[in-house]
Every structure is written in C-alpha cells, then in structure tokens.
C-alpha cells in the first residue's frame, strides 16, 4: 500500500473548499462553449461533470487545469487563481485525460521516472515516490514491462499512477474507464474510492456512465449547452424526479433531454458502449 511521506502544502480541512468558479466563461469567436460556470467542490469529495457531447464539460477541464484561459469570470484551486497563478494550480493538481498519456515505447517504470522528473520531485525521494505508487495501484510485478504490452485496464492504473506522484490536492479525471472491461471499470472505481478515503485527494471526473457516476460522486452538476441545468447529490437529485426507483439515467434525460449533439439517443449511445464493452 502507498504511504505518503510528506503532507502536501497549502492541504485544507476535509470540510473546506478546495475549487470554486464564479461566472466562469469561455468563447470562441462568437460560440459559448461555457457560460457563467459556479461551482463549488469541497475538498475529498468525488464530484462528477456531466452532460451530452457538447454541453462544455472538456472546455471547463481545459480551463481548470490551465490548459485554456477563461474568456472571463474567476476560478480558484487551492486558493490560487487560475488565471493569475497557472503555476501553483498546477503543482496542486493531477490530471488524467481521455487520450492515452503513457509511452507504449517506455516501461511502466520508465513512464513514471519521466514524470517524476516533470513535478520536480527531489531525486533521492523518487525511488520512493515510484515504488509506492506502483505498490498503490498493484502494478511491480509488471514496472520492467514495456507499455505497449500492458491491458486496457493496467494502462489507465499506470496513468492515474504518474498523475498521484506529486501527491495532488485535486486529481482530475477525464472519461476514466471508457473503452476499459467490466472489471478493469471496477477496479478503478475502487481505486477513486481509496484515493478519497486514505488520501483526502478530491476527484473530479467526467464520464458518460451515469451508473459511475451514482456510485462514485458525492455531488454532480449536469450541464447542457454550456451552463449548468441542475446540480446535487445524485440521491436527491433522484428523488426530485418524485418517479419511484428513478436512476441518474432518468435525471440526464429529464434536465436534457434524450438527443446528445451526435444526434443519437443517450440510451442508444450508452446501450453501444455496454455492447462494445462485452465484445471487448
């Protein structure tokens, strides 16, 4: 099991807020991408964005984790601004984005030395560092194994593995187990739980299986041409449909409707990924 050496700096009570956006915007020209964004995360929550394809969620992640600066408004990650402090947010999050962020070309050991080196970690604690999140996520036995040899699912342990090392207050998680078996999807729903549990790390993710999302996220926002149409706990945001055993599925399509911007269903699209997924 992992065991974290050093407590991160500027780490907040549980109960406090760890990111918060107020009229966070985002244009492209004329088209608004995001428009008028508050949310608010408390630190060691699972916090879940939802929405169809096309309602901003990638364009909120760019922004947040400094890859795209806001057309305006204000966001705040561990106390710093995004816009004004890129750098700090940065040394305060991990992020672990839909493409493929390991080197198929390198080991799993390798990976992980490269990124290591890139979060400025002192050489004599990288060893450490390495080895405890190789032990975290069940992966020494295959650290000398080239990447490109690795499953679906040991590929995205790996990856959340390089986004841990530097011991991030907030880790980012973009469409973490699409295209991932049954079983390699549940054992990186328990790998957020631990992260959460043992570690404090808020979880801030994306995904487009709403059962993920019910049984993971403390709280969601579900968002649709750019702003925000609802947000609670998934519990009560259930109830509120006041439809006896409603699921996630019946609130999505309730605040958005039943088309996602490809023009297919939400059902049909989630009814694919599951065929894909047992054809493997």
Same mark, same amino acid.
């Given at each position: 099991?992992?065991?974290?050496?050093?407590?991160?700096?500027?780490?907040?009570?549980?109960?406090?807020?760890?990111?918060?956006? *107020?009229?966070? &915007?985002?244009?492209?020209?004329?088209?608004?991408?995001?428009? !008028?964004? $508050?949310? %608010?995360?408390?630190?060691? =929550?699972?916090?879940?964005?939802?929405?169809?394809?096309?309602?901003?969620?990638?364009?909120?992640?760019?922004?947040?984790?400094?890859?795209?600066?806001?057309?305006?408004?204000?966001?705040?990650?561990?106390?710093?601004?995004?816009?004004?402090?890129? *750098?700090?947010? &940065?040394?305060?999050?991990?992020?672990?984005?839909?493409?493929? !962020?390991? $080197?198929? %070309?390198?080991?799993?050991? =390798?990976?992980?030395?490269?990124?290591?080196?890139?979060?400025?970690?002192?050489?004599?604690?990288?060893?450490?560092?390495?080895?405890?999140?190789?032990?975290?996520?069940?992966?020494?036995?295959?650290?000398?194994?080239?990447?490109?040899?690795?499953?679906?699912?040991?590929?995205?342990?790996?990856?959340?593995?390089?986004?841990?090392?530097?011991?991030?207050?907030?880790?980012?998680?973009? =469409?973490?187990?699409?295209?991932?078996?049954?079983?390699?999807?549940?054992?990186?729903?328990?790998?957020?739980?631990?992260?959460?549990?043992?570690?404090?790390?808020?979880?801030?993710?994306?995904?487009?299986?709403?059962?993920?999302?019910?049984?993971?996220?403390?709280?969601?926002?579900?968002?649709?041409?750019?702003?925000?149409?609802?947000?609670?706990?998934?519990?009560?945001?259930?109830?509120?449909?006041?439809?006896?055993?409603?699921?996630?599925?019946?609130?999505?399509?309730?605040?958005?409707?039943?088309?996602?911007?490809?023009?297919?269903?939400?059902?049909?699209?989630?009814?694919?990924?599951?065929?894909?997924?047992?054809?493997?």
């Amino acid at each position: 099991m992992i065991r974290l050496t050093e407590k991160i700096e500027h780490r907040r009570a549980p109960s406090s807020t760890v990111l918060e956006t *107020e009229g966070l &915007r985002r244009r492209f020209d004329k088209f608004v991408a995001v428009d !008028s964004l $508050d949310i %608010s995360v408390k630190q060691g =929550e699972v916090f879940g964005l939802l929405g169809p394809n096309g309602a901003g969620k990638s364009t909120v992640i760019k922004m947040l984790t400094t890859l795209l600066p806001p057309s305006g408004g204000r966001a705040y990650l561990a106390g710093y601004d995004i816009a004004r402090q890129p *750098e700090n947010v &940065r040394k305060s999050i991990g992020y672990v984005p839909q493409a493929l !962020s390991a $080197d198929g %070309s390198l080991t799993g050991y =390798e990976n992980l030395l490269i990124f290591a080196k890139l979060y400025n970690i002192a050489s004599k604690r990288r060893q450490r560092c390495i080895q405890d999140v190789l032990a975290f996520m069940n992966l020494q036995d295959v650290q000398h194994r080239l990447v490109r040899t690795y499953s679906g699912g040991m590929i995205r342990k790996l990856e959340i593995a390089q986004s841990i090392l530097h011991q991030p207050q907030v880790l980012f998680l973009d =469409e973490p187990t699409v295209g991932l078996d049954p079983i390699a999807r549940a054992t990186v729903w328990q790998l957020v739980q631990q992260l959460r549990e043992e570690f404090g790390t808020t979880i801030f993710l994306t995904t487009h299986f709403l059962e993920e999302a019910d049984n993971l996220c403390d709280q969601v926002v579900i968002m649709n041409r750019g702003q925000v149409v609802v947000t609670g706990a998934p519990s009560d945001l259930k109830a509120s449909l006041e439809k006896d055993n409603a699921t996630l599925d019946d609130v999505f399509i309730h605040y958005t409707g039943d088309q996602l911007a490809s023009g297919v269903s939400y059902r049909e699209t989630a009814r694919n990924r599951r065929t894909a997924e047992r054809l493997g």
